[in-house]
């Protein structure tokens, strides 16, 4: 009985931890497009598993993974990448280390640029190239 009760345990905090991450991304994604004046059509980036194709859209990833605290001083923060990937995966070691190795890979390939909001568009693109669950760090599930 004791394992049944600690299994339902386990089960509801993963299950807490999506919903909270999500509800972080969702506000995110409201305060940002928002304050950037972004259309609804370009904030769908945010649903889909695709690189932005326009400076608005890199700019929703931007503001949003900064929000969320993947981005600190205009560059990656693994500090706040691990923070979020405990957040989202709790218990589950295997999916933090992942996680944990997405975000490294990421930081380690940036390469500095002009371009207006490239850390948006740099960090979307290494999701999907890394994270084969279909942009899952942000899915809720």
């Not at 904030?43 to 600190?72: F, H, R, T, W």
Request: hydrophobic share 35%.
């Amino acid at each position: 009985m004791q394992f049944i009760t600690l299994f339902v345990s386990i089960c509801f905090i993963a299950i807490s931890s999506a919903d909270d991450i999500y509800q972080k991304r969702t506000a995110a994604v409201d305060y940002c497009k928002k304050k950037l004046s972004i259309s609804d059509a370009d904030a769908d980036i945010i649903n889909v598993k695709q690189e932005p194709s326009n400076e608005d859209q890199s700019c929703l990833l931007e503001c949003v993974y900064e929000k969320l605290g993947l981005i600190k001083d205009n560059k990656l923060s693994p500090e706040g990448a691990a923070i979020l990937s405990k957040e989202r995966f709790g218990d589950n070691s295997e999916a933090v280390k992942t996680s944990d190795a997405v975000f490294k890979k990421c930081d380690n390939e940036h390469v500095p640029s002009s371009e207006k909001c490239h850390l948006g568009k740099h960090i979307r693109k290494c999701f999907i190239s890394y994270d084969n669950k279909d942009n899952s760090f942000f899915k809720k599930n």
